[in-house]
Nanobody, 121 residues
C-alpha cells in the first residue's frame, strides 16, 4: 500500500557530493518521521540522519556538518545532501518512513530498497 522509491546513488571521488531522494507514495494519512540509514559490508545498519514531523533533525556524529536531511511535505519526499564525501561513507543507503496510512488508519514503518553509494578515487 505504501512504497518508498530511492534514487541518487552512484560512484563519486573523495570530496565530492551526491544528493539522495526518497519519495513515499500510496495511502498515506501523515508522516511522523523519515530517515536515512546506511549499511557497509560487515557492519550493522546505522542511522545517518532523521527528520520528524515538526522539522527537527538529528545526525550521526560521523556525518554531522557534511550531510543535510530535508523534506518536501507536499511531495512526501525526503532528501539527503551529502558533501565532502569520504571513503568511509561507502555503503548501501536505505530510506525509512514512520507513517500513518489512511485505510485502515494505522501506524506502520516502511523501508526503501536501498541505493549504493561508493566513494573512491
Amino acid at each position: 500500500q505504501v512504497q518508498l522509491v530511492e534514487s541518487g546513488g552512484g560512484l563519486v571521488q573523495p570530496g565530492g557530493s551526491l544528493r539522495l531522494s526518497c519519495a513515499a507514495s500510496g495511502s498515506i494519512f501523515s508522516i511522523n518521521a523519515m530517515a536515512w540509514y546506511r549499511q557497509a559490508p560487515g557492519k550493522e545498519r546505522e542511522l545517518v540522519a532523521r527528520i520528524i514531523s515538526i522539522g527537527s533533525t538529528n545526525y550521526a556524529a560521523s556525518v554531522q556538518g557534511r550531510f543535510t536531511i530535508s523534506r518536501d511535505n507536499a511531495k512526501n519526499t525526503v532528501y539527503l545532501q551529502m558533501n565532502s564525501l569520504k571513503p568511509e561513507d561507502t555503503a548501501v543507503y536505505y530510506c525509512h518512513a514512520d507513517l500513518v496510512t489512511k485505510t485502515p488508519m494505522r501506524r506502520n514503518d516502511y523501508w526503501g530498497q536501498g541505493t549504493q553509494v561508493t566513494v573512491s578515487s
